[in-house]
């Protein structure tokens, strides 16, 4: 990672967090984006404290303008991109497919599909300019399987699978490589927002989907990302990776 110029979304908590701290350990100089202001400077610190090298953007990723001036700031700063990580998504509300309203179906599909689309599309750009890349996408579990009054967040998550394919084909000889990580339930804020982990009983009820027994933490997520978008996984193209501790191999 030595030297690599990286960006992640969503790095203000959970697995972008994670990820833009073991990229910034790892000695990549790494934009940090996010909408939650005093969070994101509170992550910036964090990493500046261990010796790492970070700018923040102020990025709402549904927002093509934002998206724009986050990756044109990347560029700007730090001369190239080398590595994208689209964290950022929400979880959505949970409700039945006939009852799930159409402004939450499309809140939910704003940001996890079409801002990584966004994403995707100046980041390839900024790639393309300087001859090749790697961009590691955050889809999920759920970008694999159905979940029970989750239709908009597994959607949105086996869209973000077969984005991920496509850029990758089109994008292989061009020195870009494209791929996702599909993480299970990780114990982050997000499950908390959702109930899980504050819960006993459901939190009990999640562990018990995974046959190793436990969540996964944020850090399990980052090495896999940090793995994809290094020069290890030069071979690694179009990929889903799962990081769910067995919960697809049921
Ligand atoms: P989190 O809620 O802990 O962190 C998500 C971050 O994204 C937050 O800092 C939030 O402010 C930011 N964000 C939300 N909307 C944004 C927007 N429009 N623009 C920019 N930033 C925005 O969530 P997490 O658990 O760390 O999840 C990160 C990613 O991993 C998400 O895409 C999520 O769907 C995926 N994921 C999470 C789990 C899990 O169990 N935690 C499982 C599978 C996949």
Known sequence: MNDKKALV???AMGIGKATAELLAQKG???LIADIEEDALQKTAKEIEDMGGKVITAIAD???????RTMVRKAVDEFGQLDIACNNAGIEGEMALTANYSLDEWDRVQNINLRGQFLCMKE???AMLESGGGSIVNVSSILGKVGYQQAPAY???KHGL???TKTAAIEYAQEGIRINAVCPAFIDTPMLERAGITTDEEVKEQTIGLHPVGRLG????VAEAIVWLASEQASFVEGHALM???GYTAK
Do not use: F, M, P
């Open 61 to 67: 990723i549904s927002k093509e303008k934002d998206v």
């Open 161 to 163: 699978l077969g984005l």
């Open 28 to 30: 990549a100089q790494v």
């Open 243 to 245: 990081v769910d501790g």
């Open 9 to 11: 979304t969503g790095a």
């Open 217 to 220: 933490h944020a850090k399990e």
């Open 154 to 156: 597994t959607a949105a």
């Open 123 to 125: 980041e390839i750009a």
